[in-house]
């Protein structure tokens, strides 16, 4: 029922930074979470920032000072705004929407094909 379409994504020396976009369609977007996750060559997915529908957001630790997560529901669009890049931030970024299931938790239902980003040293 969404449907997701990351973008922005790119080549990068350290220490640039870039801005990832998530364009959704096909339900209501601001009845949802939503999530950036990450996968490095070899490892797994991991999770990367959330914005829930009322704009609480959390971040993973490694890059709490460096990430910004933002929404524009008039847009159906959130961002992911990486600054200070790093080579080990190097992986391919996805956009997932889902819905609160506790306060705390989402279930991550729907997922974009992803955008490369690389960062080079």
């Known amino acids: 029922q969404v449907q997701l379409v990351e973008s922005g994504g790119g080549l990068v020396q350290a220490g640039g930074s870039l801005r990832l976009s998530c364009a959704a369609s096909?339900?209501?977007?601001?009845?949802?979470?939503m999530g950036w996750f990450r996968r490095a060559p070899g490892k797994e997915r991991e999770f990367v920032a959330a914005?829930?529908?009322?704009?609480?957001?959390n971040y993973r630790a490694s890059v709490k000072d460096r990430f910004t997560i933002t929404r524009d529901n008039a847009k159906n669009t959130a961002y992911l705004q990486i600054d200070s890049l790093k080579p080990e931030d190097t992986a391919e970024y996805y956009c997932?929407?889902?819905?609160?299931?506790?306060?705390?938790?989402?279930?991550?239902?729907?997922w974009g094909q992803g955008t490369q980003v690389t960062v080079s040293s």
């Open positions: 997932a929407a889902g819905r609160d299931i506790t306060n705390t938790t989402v279930s991550w239902t729907y």
């Open positions: 096909g339900d209501t977007f601001s009845g949802y979470a």
């Open positions: 914005i829930r529908w009322n704009s609480n957001t």
